[in-house]
């Protein structure tokens, strides 16, 4: 399925985010011991006024890639029986996509808390090490710089893990035990995911999928991947 549009229209909303948490650290003097309860105060306030924007954001993403993996399913469905492509489109998708929501509005406000903690990060080194001030009063005014390869990442990241998500939900309902793991199929494809390519994984035993951490996901559900499930369903 393809998620290029969401992605990039996801992508385009969390940068706003991340502008404006430049925006505000800028706000105040680079590394200014006085002026950091101010700051972060400012920034979890921020976080927690973005809460109905984050939900209404998250759930046009959300909504969209549901409709994209609907119509990917009756791709993979048109030689089924009637039966089947009815419990297919029928499946009890709601819960996943809740606990979707919910983890989309905690990345969401994660990008004005994680820049508060950063800015008291340095400027406390700030005040330890003076010898380094001024380069760190310039790591300060990057906070928008640095919330935006954020935002880029929780878009890139998310819009992939909905799409398998969703996809699993809908296998899972009607006896799918696993799927086909497929990469992108470029050379950006990181080796860990090119040693899975066209390897079945169960839908119950997630794959290494970084073998730098040892963490295991599914297709398209870890940092960056966009590789995606191709589930195997079956015959009867």
């Known amino acids: 399925m393809k998620t290029s549009g969401p992605e990039r229209l996801y992508r385009t909303q969390l940068r706003q985010v991340a502008r404006q948490v430049g925006g505000l650290v800028n706000g105040f003097p680079p590394g200014d011991p006085a002026a950091l309860p101010t700051i972060e105060q400012v920034l979890r306030a ?20 549901n409709r994209r ?15 089947l492509r009815t419990e297919i489109r029928t499946a009890p998708t709601g819960a996943a996509m809740q606990a979707l929501l919910a983890e989309q509005v905690t990345l969401i406000k ?27 009063s310039k790591e300060i005014q990057r906070s928008g710089e640095v919330a935006e ?31 086909i793991w497929r990469t992108s199929g470029d050379s950006d494809v990181r080796e860990d995911h090119r040693e ?9 035993s997630p794959p290494i999928a970084d073998k730098r951490t040892g963490r295991r996901a599914h297709a398209g559900c870890i940092y960056g991947c966009r590789c995606y499930p191709e589930p195997v369903i079956p015959e009867d």
């Open 46 to 65: 921020y976080a927690e006024a973005l809460t109905p924007w984050a939900a209404a954001t998250a759930q046009t993403m959300l909504r969209e890639v």
């Open 69 to 83: 993996d609907e119509a990917a399913w009756a791709e993979y469905t048109r030689e089924l029986s009637r039966a």
């Open 110 to 136: 994660s990008i004005p808390l994680d820049a508060a903690q950063r800015v008291h990060r340095l400027t406390l080194e700030g005040i330890e090490n003076s010898t380094r001030a001024s380069a760190i």
């Open 149 to 179: 390869s954020r935002a880029d990442l929780i878009a890139r990241t998310e819009v992939g893990r909905t799409a398998s998500t969703l996809t699993e939900a809908r296998a899972l309902h009607v006896g799918s035990e696993g799927y």
């Open 196 to 204: 899975l390519e066209g390897k079945f994984i169960r839908w119950d």
